[in-house]
Each structure stands twice: as structure tokens, then as C-alpha cells.
């Protein structure tokens, strides 16, 4: 390996390190208390390699949301490579939807601005509209046959999306006054399931 390799391949793995050590740091004190000090603090190296890496802060937030609808767009790949069948595919959207957001909370807040402003607003890139993407052909799917026009399969597209984020919303951001597990899925499920007969 050459020196420009070698170089190229260290400042790839400072970068990867960097990010790591954000996300641990967020998982072990929140979104809100992180810093770009703490992040050098915590590889114990200056804050201006933090800044040889990143932008900002901000930068760090981007690329950590991206990680974050990558990871889900993985998992939401697996059940269209199981589910034929457009109706069990999306009640395992909604499943893989549900289970990673409490799984990950960190990346839900991050991708989705619970709590937080959202990461970087105005740099959208595909990813963002990965879920979106997954559930439309579920959806057109199961509507192909009613004759429904494009706006209502639309509407109905963003309607699921807007009532499963809603729910996971309402179970994160309540702060446990109702902390049933089982109950708050049984709400998803069917909420899921209505939907769909409705279509």
C-alpha cells in the first residue's frame, strides 16, 4: 500500500471514529449534550481534527442520520426480498418501521427531528424517502385493482406513514406515563390492519 492509500484509508477511519464516538456519546447522554468538544475529548485528539473531518456539528448530525435511513432501508429491502404478497408487505414495513425506531432511538430522533431539529434541513438526499418508497409499492400494490387515482394513492401513502410515525412519536415522546410495551404495539398492529382493510 502506498503513502497516499494508507493516508486516504487513516482519514476514512478517523472519520468512521468520529462518528462512532458521537452516536455513543448520544446514546449515553442525548442528542442535546452533544458537542464537537466532547467528540475530541472523547478520541482524545484536538478539536481541530474533529473540524479536518466535519464542517460542524452539524455535518456529524447529517452523516449520522444518514447511517441511520441506510440501516433502515437494509432492513426494509429483507422484506421485499420475503413478502410477495403487497399486504404482508407492508404490515412488515410497519413491523420493521415500529421495531427500528425503538431499537435505534437515537438515529428515529435524529432522522425524524423528535425532539430535535431535524439534521440538516435542505440537503435531502434519496435516502430520506427510503420508507416513503418502500410502503408506495405495498400501497399500489393492494390498490391496483380499486382504480384509485394517483392523489388518492398518494394520500393514502402518506396517511400510513403519518399514522405510524404518529404513534411512535406519541410512545418516545411521552416520557413512560404509559410505559406498556405490548399495548402500545397492539395499537400499532391494529391501526396497521385497519388501514389496510380500508384500502
Known amino acids: 500500500m502506498g503513502i497516499l492509500e494508507r493516508k486516504i484509508r487513516q482519514k476514512e477511519n478517523m472519520r468512521t471514529?468520529?462518528?462512532a464516538v458521537a452516536l455513543q456519546l448520544?446514546?449515553?447522554e442525548g442528542w442535546q449534550s452533544l458537542?464537537?468538544?466532547k467528540i475530541?475529548?472523547?478520541?482524545e485528539y484536538s478539536v481541530p481534527v474533529i473540524y479536518d473531518h466535519f464542517e460542524n456539528k452539524e455535518a456529524i448530525l447529517?452523516?449520522?442520520s444518514m447511517d441511520g435511513f441506510r440501516l433502515l432501508d437494509r432492513?426494509?429491502?429483507k422484506d421485499k426480498r420475503k413478502y410477495d404478497d403487497p399486504e404482508e408487505r407492508l404490515r412488515a414495513h410497519a413491523e420493521t418501521y415500529w421495531n427500528f425506531a425503538f431499537k435505534n432511538p437515537e438515529y428515529y430522533q435524529l432522522m425524524y427531528g423528535l425532539g430535535m431539529p431535524c439534521s440538516s434541513p435542505g440537503k435531502a438526499k434519496p435516502e430520506f424517502n427510503s420508507f416513503r418508497e418502500h410502503i408506495a409499492e405495498a400501497?399500489?400494490?393492494i390498490v391496483?385493482?380499486?382504480k384509485s387515482s394517483e392523489d388518492e394513492t398518494c394520500f393514502k401513502i402518506y396517511a400510513f406513514w403519518s399514522v405510524l410515525h404518529g404513534l411512535i412519536s406519541i410512545v418516545m415522546m411521552r416520557c413512560s406515563d404509559i410505559d406498556d410495551s405490548q399495548m402500545n404495539k397492539k395499537v400499532m398492529d391494529d391501526s396497521v390492519n385497519a388501514f389496510i382493510k380500508n384500502l
Open 17 to 19: 471514529n468520529i462518528l
Open 26 to 28: 448520544v446514546k449515553e
Open 35 to 37: 458537542s464537537i468538544r
Open 40 to 43: 475530541a475529548d472523547a478520541i
Open 62 to 64: 447529517f452523516e449520522l
Open 75 to 77: 432492513l426494509l429491502e
Open 139 to 141: 400501497i399500489e400494490g
Open 144 to 146: 391496483k385493482d380499486n
